[in-house]
């Protein structure tokens, strides 16, 4: 799912690059936009944590059964 979620992203990209070359004559909206986006993915990489373990008090043992 990684590489494909990646392949699709640089499709969409690339298609995205040349709709803003054909609407603006140049690439620099686009670069602009690549790089908030790659901030904006360093900020979320940085700021989101694995949950932390919850821990449990232990169990007491149950008694043996008695015959």
């Known amino acids: 799912m990684v590489f494909a979620s990646h ?4 499709a969409v990209a690339a298609f995205g ?3 803003v070359r054909d609407a603006f ?3 620099t909206y686009a670069w602009w936009a690549g790089a908030a ?3 904006i993915a360093a900020v979320l990489s940085i700021v989101t944590r694995e949950p932390r373990p919850v821990e449990v008090a232990p169990r ?3 008694p043996a059964p008695r015959s």
């Open 37 to 39: 986006t790659c901030v």
């Open 25 to 27: 004559g140049e690439y």
């Open 17 to 19: 690059a040349g709709v």
């Open 60 to 62: 007491a043992p149950m």
């Open 7 to 10: 392949q699709v992203g640089a």
